[in-house]
């Protein structure tokens, strides 16, 4: 099989939650240019209606749902919607996720369950559900958790960052991505994280104003993360390319975590 035919993903479905902006958005058109037939979550459907213009400007089929994903019975229902449209799920991108930021001594319950709940909760309660109602049922699958540098060190004291249940829900993923990949792999579902660095997004963007020159400084290749960089490690993750890769974890980073 030639390495295009690997990569190609027509015919296949995906699901990209928190898919209407940033690297969600980026992610789902990477997979659409590759063929696959994308539906995307968010909770705000102004923001899914301008993703779906974008991509379908860009010849990408697209179906938007609106969701909360803190909400774990909206769950079923999302699955549901993405099978009456486009079929089962062939490729799951855990993608959504949000930030509190505190000193962990004063760490409000509220935000840590908040963070929690969409960055660990609701990825684990998605892939569970399409797993057993479309994966496990066909024999193949791939789940793709969007984790970060975060979860897999702590913060540098200097920038003062206070993002204890970010870190803590990053590093969770990570390790749920191989718990699954090792009980999931038998019914030739491959689970991989992707660990992205610092990417300019409205998230991010207070902190990159404040410590971004120190995060270039320690960046190999001297640079933030951009509109392409995440379209190859997802695209690979997601095909066939990748079907004997299972339980990795992939920093993209500009070499951020080696130094």
């Given at each position: 099989m030639g390495i295009r035919t690997?990569?190609?993903?027509?015919?296949?479905?995906a699901l990209v939650t928190g898919g209407s902006r940033g690297i969600g958005l980026q992610?789902?058109?990477?997979?659409?240019?590759?063929?696959?037939?994308v539906a995307i979550t968010a909770r705000k459907q102004e923001e899914l209606d301008d993703a779906a213009a974008h991509l379908g400007e860009q010849g990408i089929a697209c179906h938007t749902i609106a969701a909360n994903l803190i909400e774990s019975a909206a769950i079923p229902?999302?699955?549901?919607?993405?099978?009456?449209?486009?079929g089962p799920v062939d490729i799951l991108v855990n993608n959504a996720g949000n930030n509190w930021a505190a000193p962990a001594e004063d760490y409000p319950d509220e935000g840590w369950r908040r963070?929690?709940?969409?960055?660990?909760?609701?990825?684990?309660?998605?892939?569970?559900?399409?797993?057993?109602?479309?994966m496990i049922p066909r024999k193949n699958g791939k789940i793709i958790n969007i984790a970060s540098i975060a979860g897999l060190y702590g913060n540098p004291p200097a920038w003062r960052l206070n993002t204890i249940a970010y870190n803590t829900s990053k590093g969770a993923l990570v390790q749920m991505t191989r718990a699954l990949a090792a009980e999931w792999g038998p019914h030739n579902i491959n689970v991989n994280a992707i660990c992205p660095g610092f990417f300019p997004s409205r998230m991010s963007q207070v902190t990159l104003d404040r410590?971004?020159?120190?995060?270039?400084?320690?960046t190999p290749l001297q640079r933030l993360g951009g509109d392409e960089d995440l379209k190859g490690a997802v695209v690979f993750f997601a095909s066939e390319a990748s079907r004997h890769v299972t339980g990795q974890v992939l920093a993209v980073d500009g070499g951020c975590t080696v130094v």
């Open positions: 690997l990569l190609d993903l027509t015919g296949k479905v992610m789902a058109q990477a997979l659409g240019e590759m063929g696959a037939r229902g999302i699955v549901d919607e993405v099978d009456a449209r486009w963070v929690m709940s969409l960055n660990v909760d609701a990825g684990f309660f998605l892939s569970r559900e399409v797993a057993r109602r479309a410590i971004g020159r120190s995060v270039l400084e320690l």
